[in-house]
T-cell receptor, first 114, second 114 residues
């Protein structure tokens, strides 16, 4: 059982390049999330999708766009990468609102922007 | 705005002993949920335990238990009979009732001495 799969696991970009991080879940979950984790900090929510066809901003959405392609897939795009976006990115999913259902996380993508 | 504070950047415990990790939060809401997540070196985020604010009884999951003090806005995690596999980063997180947004603390690194 794969759970939440993120690709790629590592990526190095140059400033100004674009990049799409992919996330797929096989648990038939309704909700999906993108977080970033910086050194010495907890995860911060970038965007989330409560259900297929909807997306909403989280705590730190600037510089990112998302697409909920279908129920399984939720991608995160950096249109013009900046060094401040160097971070570890986590995708997560849940079957509903967090209070009722826990989130399941992927293994993360380590992104470095030079 | 809701905030979550973990004031212990690092804690150390002898194998088989008990350790308590601290977490405080700030909210004006009355209904919310609190979580402890574990992040081992593999980077995977694993839910350890969850507490509903409306429940007076402290949550327990095997060797993990919480001390939830609603009036003091405190949510500590107690790990009994510590094992080498418990070594990880531990994050406290808050979710307002029926929202999709988790707010994480900065984490506590737990070291387990053999």
């Amino acid at each position: 059982n794969a759970g939440v799969t993120q690709t790629p696991k590592f990526q190095v970009l140059k400033t100004g390049q674009s990049m799409t991080l992919q996330c797929a879940q096989d648990m038939n979950h309704n909700s999906m999330y993108w977080y970033r984790q910086d050194p010495g900090m907890g995860l911060r929510l970038i965007y989330y999708s409560a259900s297929e066809g909807t997306t909403d901003k989280g705590e730190v959405p600037n510089g990112y766009n998302v697409s909920r392609l279908n129920k399984r897939e939720f991608s995160l795009r950096l249109e013009s990468a900046a060094p401040s976006q160097t971070s570890v990115y986590f995708c997560a999913s849940s079957s509903g609102v967090l209070s009722n259902q826990p989130q399941h996380f992927g293994d993360g993508t380590r992104l470095s922007i030079l | 705005a809701q905030t979550v504070t973990q004031s212990q950047p690092e804690m150390s415990v002898q194998e088989a002993e008990t350790v308590t990790l601290s977490c405080t939060y700030d909210t004006s809401e009355s209904d919310y949920y609190l979580f402890w997540y574990k992040q081992p070196p593999s980077r995977q985020m694993i839910l350890v335990i969850r507490q509903e604010a409306y429940k007076q009884q402290n949550a327990t999951e095997n060797r993990f238990s919480v001390n939830f003090q609603k009036a003091a806005k405190s949510f500590s995690l107690k790990i009994s009979d510590s094992q080498l596999g418990d070594a990880a980063m531990y994050f406290c997180a808050y979710e307002m009732d029926s929202s999709y947004k988790l707010i994480f603390g900065s984490g506590t690194r737990l070291l387990v001495r053999p």
